[in-house]
């Protein structure tokens, strides 16, 4: 639990980094928005539609009593919630970090340089940012639909699916987040996955309370800069980076 918590105060840290730049902050809240005004506008066409989709997707029931059907129809509508909103939650990030690169190339800079010592300067690229969120969102996608089997369990089945898309989102947006300041020291997936090992449970705090603002409304505009402003400051604190 410790660890998690200090994970957590990463995120507290990259906030209060840029709470100083409010130039910075607005700059980096900028893709966010736009991306923000698109996902949202198709979740809201799919929670306005999501009765009507269940109906269409478990012709099955239109015999079974009304009570159960209407159970099993809930259930299946949470889920299917819940996992669109940790596939959405890829996307979001993928998106906005692919479409930001510049925004947020320029807040990893300022936060390394705060932090003293040379700036890593290996390139990363449109190319490679694109190609990690779409990893990203490959991934998220067979998360999304192991959200949407557990929602299919009785009673406790959306708990769990909820537990689980916040925990395996978050494990993915804190990888997402700290490929920067790792590719940019030369670090390729192996090279990450092995420096980043020994802090799991450190990362993994930081990627949920990332996780979490991002449920929040609008909350994922305002936490996307800090959340890159503070991946910066774990890898070099924990990460044990020059």
């Known amino acids: 639990m410790t660890d998690l918590l200090r994970g957590a105060g ?12 409010p130039r910075l902050l607005l700059l980096g809240m900028v893709p966010g928005l736009i991306v923000f005004l698109v996902l949202g506008a198709a979740f809201v066409a799919l929670l306005l539609n999501v009765a009507d989709l269940v109906a269409w997707a478990t012709p099955f029931s239109d015999d079974w009593a009304d009570s159960v059907r209407a159970v099993v129809r809930g259930l299946l509508a949470i889920a299917l919630l819940v996992g669109v909103l940790v596939l959405f939650s890829a996307l979001f990030v993928a998106l906005t970090l692919t479409v930001g690169d510049p ?36 991934v998220g996608l067979g998360f999304s639909a192991l959200v949407l089997l557990c929602g299919l369990v009785p ?12 925990v ?30 020994s802090r799991r449970t450190t990362v ?39």
């Open 204 to 242: 993994l705090g930081f990627g949920i309370a990332t996780q979490l603002c991002f449920l929040v409304p609008l909350g994922g505009i305002l936490v996307m800069p800090a959340a890159v402003a503070g991946a910066a400051i774990l890898a070099r604190n924990e990460l044990d980076l020059a």
């Open 10 to 21: 990463y995120l507290r840290q990259g906030l209060t980094f840029l709470r100083g730049r």
């Open 168 to 197: 395996f989102s978050g494990r993915l947006l804190a990888r997402e987040l700290l490929g920067r300041p790792l590719g940019a020291r030369g670090l390729d997936d192996a090279a990450q996955l092995a420096a980043t090992s």
């Open 103 to 138: 925004f947020y190339e320029r807040i990893w800079r300022e936060t390394e340089a705060s932090l003293g010592g040379p700036v890593p300067d290996h390139a990363i690229g449109f190319w490679q940012a694109a190609r990690d969120g779409l990893r990203l969102v490959l």
């Open 155 to 166: 009673i406790i089945g959306p708990t769990v699916g909820i537990v689980l898309g916040v």
